[in-house]
Structure formats: structure tokens, C-alpha cells
């Protein structure tokens, strides 16, 4: 969660916004998305964040296009404000990411130093900016059996008490941005309307992923 001084409000928001496509990657308000920028066009979109809002636009191409030059986007992404940033000897960017609130796109506009950008309609998720996630989800007792099975299963490796201690929908939200779900399952639980259906779309996802995991082989 971002502190308040930097915590923008609603009527601060922009009329335009850089986004980067990336497909199966997403960020949900609130978590944390770590990015290493090394395209030419990206490193200007950064530079120019920084000069601005710090806030860039995560939405992901749709289906069978992401290998376009310009795919089609989703109407649904987050923006994120860049928290977390460091150069590398090889001219990367290293940066960290906070989802803030996420928009409808409105209409893409015009290019800039290589990068696109679009109109974003924020009006429907304004309540992102104030919310703390702690909604309760119904089971959290399931929610964790199903979630740490799910790492132990895909070999991920993160602190099972630090998980423990995130408030409900703080965790679904910081976990549908991490783990390596399917495309549209991400965009479907970005685009929940409310916190119990999102947190309904993350559970049902990880179940599949592990009744989709191929089982252990036995010699």
C-alpha cells in the first residue's frame, strides 16, 4: 500500500496514460509488481513517468495478438505508481511497481518516443483509491490450504507467515498479481466487480492449477 503523501486523489489522476502491454501480467491495487525494463520505448515511458505522475498502466493484449506490434488491449487494466527504482551497468531499469487504481480505457491516443498511451475512464473504480482490503473472504482457512498447496506444487517459494499475516483481499490481490496464472483467469479477476466474486475467480484458479498439475511419476 502506498503512504499517504504519495497516495494520489482522485481529482489528481491524469487524462493520459503511458501503458505497457504485457501479456499474462497484470497488478491489482495494492501489490507490488517488480518489472526489469530494457526496450528503448519503455525506458522513455519510465523517464517520462518520473517526470510526471509516476504512474504507468499495466493492461494486457488480447488472445492471439500479443505477438503483434501494436496488439488490441483490454479495456481493464491497473495503473501502478513506480515506488522502487534502480539502474543497471547494462542499461536496464530495474523498478517496482504499486497498484493505485484501475481504468477503463476510454480510447488510445497518439504514440510518444515509441510508447503507447490511451484515455483511461477511472470513474468506475474510485473506490480502489480508498479502500484498505481487508474485506473478509468466507473461508480463509481454504483459501490458504488451496493457496500454499498451490506453491508448494509449483515450486514457489514464499514466506508462508508473511501470507498468514496479509489481510484477505490483500492476499488475492498480491497473489493473482504474482503467480503464473492464465491470462484471461488474471483479466477475469481484474475485472471482478466486487472483492467476494474476485476472491471466488483467484480461489477457482489455483484449484485448476492444481487439478491441472501433472501428477508425480512413480518408479
Request: contains cysteine; aromatic residues 6%.
Amino acid at each position: 500500500m502506498l503512504h499517504e503523501r504519495f497516495q494520489p486523489t482522485f481529482e489528481s489522476l491524469p487524462a493520459s496514460l503511458p501503458v505497457f502491454p504485457l501479456d499474462n501480467v497484470i497488478i491489482m491495487p495494492g501489490a507490488v509488481l517488480p518489472l526489469n525494463i530494457f526496450e528503448p520505448r519503455y525506458l522513455n515511458m519510465i523517464e517520462d513517468a518520473f517526470r510526471s505522475h509516476h504512474l504507468i498502466g499495466m493492461v494486457q493484449p488480447k488472445p492471439d495478438e500479443a505477438a503483434e506490434s501494436a496488439p488490441a488491449l483490454y479495456t481493464t487494466g491497473c495503473a501502478g505508481r513506480i515506488t522502487a527504482y534502480s539502474e543497471t551497468a547494462d542499461g536496464r531499469m530495474l523498478i517496482s511497481l504499486t497498484g493505485v487504481i484501475r481504468f477503463r480505457i476510454r480510447e488510445e491516443l497518439d504514440t510518444i518516443r515509441g510508447y503507447r498511451q490511451v484515455r483511461p475512464d477511472w470513474e468506475l473504480f474510485r473506490g480502489d483509491l480508498e479502500n484498505d482490503w481487508h474485506t473478509p473472504v468466507p473461508d480463509r482457512g481454504h483459501l490458504d490450504s488451496v493457496l500454499k498447496s498451490y506453491l508448494r506444487d509449483q515450486e514457489i517459494g514464499i514466506d508462508e507467515e508473511l501470507l498468514d499475516s496479509l489481510p484477505d483481499m490483500r492476499l488475492v490481490n498480491l497473489m493473482a498479481t504474482l503467480l503464473p496464472l492464465d491470462g484471461a483467469e488474471k483479466q477475469a479477476i481484474l475485472e471482478a466487480p466486487s472483492e467476494p466474486q474476485r476472491a471466488d475467480l483467484f480461489l477457482a484458479a489455483i484449484e485448476l492449477g492444481l487439478h491441472d498439475s501433472p501428477a508425480p511419476s512413480r518408479h
